[in-house]
């Protein structure tokens, strides 16, 4: 299995993710990266726009597959196993489109510009 098919099968569980992100007994912490994976694959504005050449695709082939691996790893094996029997089905008609998803990574835009500005203003 190549790293775009091991991403493509880590993107298909971001449904399991969000049900496990809801489930009470998932710890804490496994909850703040399911949160984080959830947000930022249902974001419709990625951390690195699609049109830079090679680094647009970056988040997809990188990012949301290390978020993924490390958020599964987080979540307990029962817990998970649940997750992914309820969510089989969960997304089937296409994932959810809303837009205060894109909330993480418009906030993080903003703290770059924020910081680039405030350089700037320090160099003049």
Do not use: N, Q
């Not at 493509?8 to 049900?19: D, H, S, T, V």
């Not at 699609?50 to 993924?68: N, Q």
């Not at 809303?98 to 510009?113: E, M, N, Q, S, V």
């Amino acid at each position: 299995m190549d790293i775009k098919e091991k991403a493509r099968k880590l993107k298909k569980e971001i449904p399991a993710i969000f049900i496990a992100l809801k489930d009470k007994d998932t710890p804490v912490t496994a909850k703040i990266f399911a949160a984080l994976t959830v947000a930022y694959a249902l974001s419709p504005i990625d951390l690195i726009p699609d049109f830079i050449p090679v680094l647009g695709y970056l988040d997809d082939i990188v990012i949301l597959p290390i978020l993924a691996t490390v958020t599964i790893k987080l979540i307990p094996k029962d817990i998970w196993e649940k997750s992914k029997i309820k969510s089989e089905h969960l997304w089937d008609g296409g994932k959810p489109k809303k837009w205060y998803f894109a909330l993480p990574i418009i906030l993080i835009w903003i703290l770059a510009a924020v910081l680039i500005i405030r350089a700037l203003c320090r160099a003049i």
